[in-house]
């Protein structure tokens, strides 16, 4: 076999390995305009549950989720969620996931965040919640550790951080539902009707994303190649050029 036959199939081979295995699992950006073309819905579908989806102040493209009323489109935050004397409660729930055909290290779920609420005046977390949940059974039940915007809930997984200037990057591990179908909920929740002229919530760019087990698939998105291998598929091709160049 000549060296640049083996230089070749070496290149080949490695690409291959390094490429098959990252993938894209799931992604939303809610740019279709609405809950049921994003394949979301509310629980309950109730005039105090403000979960829609917004032209305001989404991170990327023009559409976001959005817990808010009173709002108008643009770049910079607005809106309110006060529908006093009711709380300002409610759950949008997501498709169900599968994650089944993926290595547990690298599960990864991702999305950004932003909370404008009353702890910025008020100082006192227990109010004006935002959380995400994760359920295995289509959203029948709902798991004991959220992703959470308050210090206060002891269970929390992940803090949710509010006040901010703009959105957070929001990372959570899925290595413990690997295997398994899941359904993400995105709660938010007054906890009374007052003080309630902020600009809510917004979820924009979730991402779930895996490693394939045993080099298939995974019946995810599509592979995306490690930066590795990117690099070694370009020192392999530049010592093949070399090669032809010697000849």
Do not use: C
């Not at 894209?24 to 305009?33: M, P």
């Not at 899925?174 to 009374?192: E, H, K, M, P, R």
């Amino acid at each position: 076999m000549s060296k640049q036959r083996a230089l070749f199939l070496l290149i080949a081979a490695t690409f291959t390995a390094g490429s098959a295995q990252a993938a894209l699992i799931y992604s939303q950006g809610f740019e279709s305009g609405s809950l049921a073309g994003s394949g979301f819905t509310l629980v309950p579908s109730a005039a105090n549950n403000l979960w829609h989806v917004t032209s305001n102040f989404p991170k990327s493209g023009s559409k976001a989720l959005g817990f808010v009323q009173n709002e108008t489109a643009g770049g910079s935050p607005n809106g309110d969620y006060d529908v006093s004397p009711s709380s300002a409660v409610g759950r949008v729930v997501g498709p169900s996931i599968s994650l089944s055909g993926y290595q547990a290290a690298g599960l990864t779920l991702s999305f950004e965040a932003y909370l404008n609420n009353d702890v910025i005046d008020w100082g006192d977390d227990q109010y004006d919640r935002l959380t995400m949940w994760i359920s295995t059974d289509g959203g029948s039940t709902w798991g004991t550790n959220p992703v959470a915007s308050s210090y206060s809930l002891d269970t929390a997984s992940v803090f949710i951080p509010a006040n901010t200037p703009g959105y957070n990057l929001v990372t959570v591990d899925l290595s413990a539902w690997v295997g398994q179908s899941i359904t993400l909920g995105f709660d938010f929740n007054d906890y009374d009707p007052a003080y309630n002229d902020y600009d809510g919530a917004r979820v924009d760019n979730i991402l779930i994303q895996g490693t394939a087990s045993g080099g298939g698939g995974g019946g995810g998105g599509p592979t995306v190649p490690e930066p590795a291998t990117l690099a070694l598929l370009g020192l392999g091709l530049l010592g093949l050029g070399a090669m032809r160049r010697k000849r």
